[in-house]
């Protein structure tokens, strides 16, 4: 039976930039009003799940609190405050993708969502924003890997991936024929996968060829680096899935083929859509 529970909404919510101290106590107050808590229709076991996220809620918000009263030059403070988020993320978007699609609920924890991601990636076009960013990539992958994501959660997880400027600074050197550094790319590889679940099958080939020539060229260079094999592998595979959402069957197969080539073993990423593409494929030709 179904009962009603308060849920407070993750403290993300109201606590804005992780490198932008003076923020802090605007954020709070702006957002308050809008955030601070939701009503949501839940089983009633759902109430450890919420305990959990309260507590984590209130962890990030007691680290935030300390980041914005010590001086800029406390690492451990703010290492603290992302340690915090990141426990604070995973739960906060496991328990947005139980929210039914367009529901106010779930337009809300987004919002929260989107604070937190905002709050790891400042300052931008610094090197925290590409360690966090790859972070967040390494968070949405899973959701993303499931096929059972609806194109709506998959648009939002693909804001969430959006490459940065440093990354798209490489795909312009790329484009030039200049070989660029291995940065970025499991973001990259998470946006692909977000185009393609969200129904943008010709922009997630454009971005997956672009990634391809970064890592090939890599590869190239060390052919023995296994997290490079890895990631060209992974390239393969979501061409493959790209063109078997597009009904291309030559085309997926061909893919599927040219990573099989490339290692025996499928990397853990690339498996689960090694697995779908098959699906695919022998359902859609019987």
């Not at 061909?254 to 098959?278: F, G, M, Y």
Request: proline share 4%.
């Amino acid at each position: 039976m179904d009962t009603t529970i308060a849920i407070v909404v993750p403290a993300a919510c109201i606590a804005l930039g992780l490198g932008l101290r003076g923020r802090v106590h605007r954020g709070r107050s702006a957002l308050a009003c809008l955030l601070c808590v939701a009503a949501f229709q839940l089983p009633a076991r759902a109430n450890e799940q919420k305990e959990k996220l309260q507590q984590l809620s209130d962890q990030y918000q007691a680290a935030r609190k300390i980041v914005a009263e010590t001086p800029e030059w406390d690492l451990e403070a703010s290492r603290n405050a992302r340690e915090a988020a990141h426990a604070l993320l995973p739960e906060m978007l496991d328990f947005w993708m139980a929210l039914p699609d367009g529901s106010e609920e779930q337009a809300k924890t987004g919002e929260g969502i989107k604070l937190i991601c905002r709050d790891l990636a400042s300052p931008t076009r610094t090197e925290r924003e590409n360690i966090e960013r790859s972070f967040i990539a390494r968070t949405v992958w899973p959701l993303l890997a499931d096929e059972k994501v609806t194109q709506k959660q998959a648009a939002f997880l693909a804001e969430l991936s959006e490459p940065q400027f440093s990354i798209r600074v490489n795909d312009k050197f790329a484009r030039r024929g200049m070989g660029t550094e291995p940065l970025g790319w499991d973001v990259q590889a998470a946006y692909a996968l977000a185009l393609i679940r969200s129904g943008n099958p010709e922009q997630a080939r454009d971005e997956i060829t672009i990634l391809h020539n970064k890592v090939s060229k890599n590869h190239k260079a060390r052919p023995n680096d296994r997290s490079f094999t890895d990631a060209l592998q992974l390239c393969e595979v979501l061409h493959a899935l790209q063109a078997a959402v597009s009904k291309d069957h030559e085309g997926a197969k061909k893919h599927i083929e040219n990573a099989r080539k490339l290692q025996d073993a499928t990397s853990s990423k690339a498996a689960p859509l090694v697995n779908e593409v098959t699906r695919r494929v022998r359902v859609d030709k019987d």
